[in-house]
C-alpha cells in the first residue's frame, strides 16, 4: 500500500469510530430521559408502558388508601380533568398529603397503573412543579400537553 492510501485508511477508520461512539451516546440519551405526562395524557394512552417516565398533579382528597402493617399505599392522581391511581411502596415525603402537588417517578403497568419507585411533594405552599402547573393549566383551559412521542405534525 502507497502512503495515501493508508492515510485513506486511517481516516476511514477514525470516522467510523467516531460515528460509533456518536451512536451509542445518542442511544444511551434517549434511553435514558425521563419524560413528564399529566393524568390526561396517561389516560389518553399516550404514556409507554414499562418504561421510566414521571407524572405529576394534585392528590385526590379522599383517595389514599393505605395497606395495614406495610408501607404500600396508592392514591389518585388528577390534573382537574382526568385521574390516575398511583401506587408506592416506601416512605413518603413529609409535606404529602391530600390536595398536594406532587410529582412521581416510575413506569406505568398494563393495567394503566402508576407504579412508583420515588414521591417527591412540593417544598412550601407558594410552590408547584412548572410541570404540574402546565399541566393543570392547559387540563383548564381544554388543552394538552404535546407528548414526547408524539409523530411530528406536518
Known amino acids: 500500500m502507497t502512503p495515501r492510501q493508508n492515510r485513506m485508511v486511517f481516516v476511514a477508520v477514525v470516522l467510523a469510530g467516531v460515528t460509533l461512539a456518536t451512536a451509542l451516546v445518542i442511544s444511551a440519551i434517549g434511553e435514558n430521559m425521563l419524560?413528564?405526562?399529566s393524568p390526561s395524557q396517561i389516560k389518553a394512552g399516550e404514556a409507554p408502558t414499562g418504561?421510566?417516565?414521571?407524572?405529576?398533579?394534585?392528590?385526590?382528597?379522599?383517595?389514599?388508601?393505605?395497606?395495614?402493617?406495610?408501607?404500600a399505599i396508592s392514591f389518585d392522581l388528577t390534573d382537574q380533568s382526568e385521574?390516575?391511581?398511583?401506587?408506592?411502596?416506601?416512605?413518603?415525603?413529609?409535606?404529602?398529603?391530600?390536595?398536594?402537588?406532587?410529582?412521581?417517578?416510575?413506569?406505568?403497568?398494563?393495567?394503566?397503573?402508576?407504579?412508583?419507585?420515588?414521591?417527591?411533594?412540593?417544598?412550601?405552599e407558594n410552590y408547584?412543579?412548572?410541570?404540574?402547573?402546565?399541566?393543570?393549566?392547559?387540563?383548564?383551559q381544554g388543552g394538552k400537553i404535546v407528548s414526547p412521542h408524539a409523530a411530528p405534525r406536518r
Do not use: N
Not at 418504561?51 to 408501607?71: K, Q, T, Y
Not at 408547584?128 to 383548564?140: R, S
Open 35 to 37: 419524560y413528564f405526562f
Open 51 to 71: 418504561r421510566s417516565l414521571r407524572v405529576g398533579g394534585l392528590v385526590v382528597p379522599g383517595s389514599v388508601r393505605r395497606a395495614d402493617g406495610s408501607l
Open 83 to 124: 385521574s390516575v391511581t398511583v401506587s408506592y411502596t416506601g416512605i413518603l415525603p413529609d409535606l404529602f398529603r391530600e390536595g398536594q402537588g406532587i410529582v412521581a417517578m416510575g413506569s406505568l403497568d398494563e393495567a394503566g397503573v402508576f407504579k412508583a419507585d420515588e414521591v417527591l411533594a412540593k417544598h412550601d
Open 128 to 140: 408547584m412543579p412548572p410541570e404540574v402547573a402546565e399541566a393543570l393549566k392547559m387540563a383548564e
